[in-house]
């Protein structure tokens, strides 16, 4: 018999649901039954959202915001209400949605996200504030019979102000007037315009609770001696863990670089971290410098990192078992690592734009994250002065007492044009509040559809006038309101152009006080057009371009997800860097000029397969289904270049240098797995393409399988109650290589007609690159099918769809030569004459490629069958 969970148990038990002082004894409760005593804030907090009033919660990290949100939801629920929890980042909110599973049950919580949709229709809903935005502008309004929402919990509020994201945080504050709303963050700044701003708007009393101590006081320092010399003073001091912060990816890893050569960790503390990490398994590349570091006791934590990585460094730091972590400053995001000490190298980032300072609000999101409550009693927050500072310190340590010494320093600056920073800037981030929110309002095409699909979907009668309420009502300017109502009309316009709406009237009155025209839709929206994958219709529309009987079939259907998945910009880019040398290598060796070579340069990218077939398609679907007019097509080929070319994750990774990007490629790769299983037509999942899926899952749970597991789980949240979620540390691994047949078989099929690809170009250069896995270099090649040249002409190697025949490819799994699993491969080649005598032969070591994950595969013999070796050669 299931247990209920403690929350919904306590539900049931309730005698009087609208017992404002029952609710509050049951909420202190369920806070000691696990070890919890409220905090006087929290204590405020939960007796304002009794009182039905709004909450903007103010209060430092580690107050306690959490428990405030999760004793909302149980308020809400207790009241027959609807209730949203909402955050700006998708991890953030599947921990939730497990976090509040566990507590209140999974019939009582839902999740929506963008790309999953679990339990939709229940009471709690956790989802990205764009889920919410949409649904707010499709269903709310003053109007608004049934908007669906009557409690918001809106975690890291700070992200009203994001210059991309922002109207996502302001949108159900104008749109959900009769909502009660709980913001929550430790940034927030002067919260005085949203007092005034929401109780005009709702009627109702806001609250902000603020003041709160922080549970673990901070300590501020700025320090001018040497990086080495401060880490391991924190360390001796027993001021670990240090989470030491850079604003690049490779500045941290660098740094754990460094520190290897300095003594952080005593044999005990090093034995007790290999006893932790047990059997977990690394791979190559970053995986090996990362278990050297680990085994050291320092972790780097950034976005670039496989999630079995970042969770193995967290794991390890809450074990106390890390001494150092050296990573970015998204650790200021809810990243679970527990720290003591917060260590700052610079307060200068790149935003994307430009060098800046870091502002107040990022400083103390930083800085909040110093100071373990329940471990430790003070938290230090230390801020690295320059480079060039610390080293014209240590020249006047060295020069002593001795004038003619301290004359001949030659005192260094700050590298030219670089942005500098002061002690007098560290103690204006320290002494600052977090900047003022400031609207980031913006008018969409996405927008307006959803508006005017008030009236059709039967939320609302006049969508003219929820419009005219947009434009007028939004936080910002007179002058930017303006603009939204010239943005407004231009996309009324293109709307009207493409034959979206029409209207009845002049349509004068959208602002002013002429009456306004009644504007309809007249085509259906799609269900969720703005909640999922924007161009996963076009996606389904294209997929008709294409023929199930083409040879490249599937590697079409990979193009045409691609093509609409967010672009992995480091691997672009590494694909555009390789493709560069190697025309530049082609233009030297063809003779051509330096400025003509540097002309051609600028139209290489990286390959953008069937991109002139899509895009024109795109052009003309965009005509009829404006709402993706924001969206751009994007061909690319990641997956489907690892799948021609037979590459495992590793050695994709190797040939682009994506070591401190292993984790945007996987992400990558799970993304377009899901997509692939949801959206390829029926009349398109050929056995070719399910291959391929497969093999893609296969892939992706090779390398990191938390990705996709996750999903899973949320696909049957039922069963995450009872469920025992393995110790992330205790990486099982997958399944051998072989273990799904088909899927082994057709990497085998796809590696050997990559070789017959490269043969028929007689990229001899390609199998030099090939040569350490396959055993043959590209003078061996050469040597081999320059007889079948001569004989067939340069057109020799056929690539049709007879080429790909699977009556080509032929896999002998009895034991070659003794060898125990050891398979032999015949892929035939087509000559023009179909007379089918060339072939090339290899050997598949089984047991080999289970050990590595991936294909451990050796050529034996290029030729003609009469010069085959025989079985056992």
């Known amino acids: 018999m299931t247990t209920k969970a403690p929350l919904d148990a306590i539900l049931s038990s309730l005698r009087d649901p609208h017992d404002d002082d029952e609710l509050f004894d049951a909420m202190s409760q369920f806070a000691a039954s696990r070890g919890l005593t409220l905090y006087p804030a929290q204590e405020e907090a939960l007796l304002e959202v009794l009182s039905g009033n709004h909450v903007i919660m103010a209060t430092p990290t580690g107050s306690g915001k959490s428990l405030v949100a999760m004793a909302a939801h149980f308020v809400a629920l207790a009241r027959g209400q609807r209730t949203y929890y909402t955050a700006p980042l998708k991890a953030l909110v599947s921990e939730k949605f497990f976090a509040l599973v566990e507590v209140f049950g999974s019939h009582n919580v839902g999740m929506m996200t963008g790309d999953s949709a679990v339990n939709p229709d229940a009471p709690i809903i956790c989802c990205t504030a764009e889920i919410l935005a949409n649904q707010a502008l499709r269903r709310g309004g003053e109007q608004s019979q049934d908007p669906g929402v009557d409690q918001v919990v809106m975690d890291e509020f700070h992200f009203y102000a994001d210059p991309q994201r922002g109207w996502a945080w ?41 003041g709160a101590e922080r549970p673990v006081p901070l300590m501020f320092s700025y320090v001018i001696e040497p990086l080495p010399e401060v880490i391991e003073e924190l360390v001796t001091t027993h001021r670990a863990p240090v989470y030491i912060v850079h604003f690049t990816q490779k500045d941290a890893v660098e740094r754990a670089q460094a520190l290897l050569s300095t003594k952080l960790s005593s044999a005990a503390e090093k034995a007790a971290i290999v006893e932790e990490l047990g059997a977990f398994r690394f791979g190559s590349g970053f995986g090996k410098l990362l278990s050297k570091f680990l085994r050291h006791g320092v972790g780097v ?112 600056k700050a590298p030219a044009g670089a942005v500098n920073w002061t002690e007098g800037t560290f103690e204006r981030l320290r002494d600052a509040d977090p900047e003022p929110l400031t609207s980031q309002f913006a008018m969409s095409h996405a927008m307006v559809l959803n508006v005017l699909a008030r009236t059709r979907d039967g939320y609302g009668s006049d969508p003219v006038a929820a419009m005219r309420h947009l434009l007028t009502a939004n936080h910002d300017s007179p002058a930017r309101q303006r603009e939204h109502v010239r943005q407004a009309f231009r996309i009324y316009r293109s709307l009207r152009q493409a034959g979206i709406v029409t209207r009845t009237r002049p349509v004068t009155g959208i602002v002013g006080h002429v009456p306004a025209a009644r504007i309809e839709l007249t085509t259906d929206l799609p269900e969720n057009f703005a909640l999922n994958q924007p161009l996963s219709p076009f996606a389904v529309a294209a997929q008709e371009l294409l023929d199930p009987q083409s040879p490249t079939h599937a590697l079409d259907v990979v193009s045409v997800v691609e093509s609409i998945l967010d672009d992995p910009r480091q691997v672009l880019f590494a694909q555009q860097k390789v493709a560069k040398g190697l025309a530049i290598a082609e233009m030297k060796a063809d003779g051509l ?6 002309e051609l340069l600028e139209e290489i990218t990286w390959p953008r397969p069937l991109a002139d077939m899509l895009e024109p398609a795109f052009r003309t679907y965009r005509l009829t289904n404006p709402w993706i007019i924001e969206h751009e097509l994007s061909p690319k080929s990641v997956v489907r270049e690892m799948f021609e070319t037979a590459s495992s994750f590793q050695e994709y990774i190797s040939r682009y240098q994506l070591d401190r990007s292993e984790g945007v490629l996987l992400r990558y790769l799970a993304d377009a797995y899901r997509t692939l299983r949801q959206i390829v037509a029926a009349e398109h999942r050929t056995e070719e393409v399910d291959t391929l899926i497969e093999w893609l899952g296969a892939l992706v749970r090779g390398v990191d399988s938390s990705l996709l597991d996750e999903w899973e789980r949320l696909s049957h949240p039922e069963a995450f109650a009872d469920q025992t979620v393995p110790d992330p540390v205790e990486d099982q691994g997958p399944p051998p290589l072989s273990a799904n047949r088909r899927v082994f078989t057709a990497m085998i099929r796809q590696a050997l007609f990559h070789r017959v690809e490269l043969a028929a170009r007689e990229d001899y250069d390609a199998f030099d690159r090939l040569a350490a896995k396959d055993g043959w270099n590209g003078d061996q090649w050469a040597d081999a099918l320059d007889p079948m040249f001569s004989e067939y002409g340069d057109d020799a190697i056929g690539m049709s769809a007879q080429a790909r025949s699977p009556q080509l490819f032929h896999v002998d799994t009895a034991p070659s030569g003794g060898q125990g699993t050891v398979w032999t491969v015949t892929q035939i080649l087509d000559d023009p004459n179909e007379d089918h005598d060339w072939r090339i032969i290899a050997h598949v070591d089984v047991a080999a490629s289970d050990e590595a994950g991936e294909l451990r595969m050796r050529i034996v013999h290029v030729g003609t069958k009469d010069t085959a070796p025989t079985q056992g050669e």
């Open 301 to 412: 934590h950034h976005a670039g990192m496989l999630p079995k990585y970042r969770r193995v460094v967290e794991r390890l730091t809450q074990k106390g078992l890390l001494k150092v972590v050296c990573g970015t400053d998204t650790l200021g995001v809810g990243i679970n690592v527990p720290i003591r000490t917060v260590l700052l190298t610079s307060l200068v980032k790149f935003d994307g734009e430009r060098m800046r300072h870091i502002t107040a609000r990022e400083f103390h999101q930083i800085a909040g994250r110093a100071g373990r409550a329940g471990y430790d009693t003070l938290g230090e927050v230390l801020v690295m002065a320059p480079d060039h500072v610390i080293e014209n310190r240590k020249a006047l340590i060295k020069a002593g007492d001795d004038p003619k010494k301290i004359k001949k320093i030659v005192k260094k």
């Open 170 to 210: 302001q949108v159900p504050l104008l749109e959900l007037p009769r909502a009660q709303f709980v913001l929550m963050s430790a940034t927030l700044g002067d919260t005085s315009f949203f007092i005034t701003d929401i109780k005009e708007r709702t009627g109702r009393d806001v609250v902000e609770v603020s």
């Open 593 to 598: 000029e330096y400025d003509q070579r540097m």
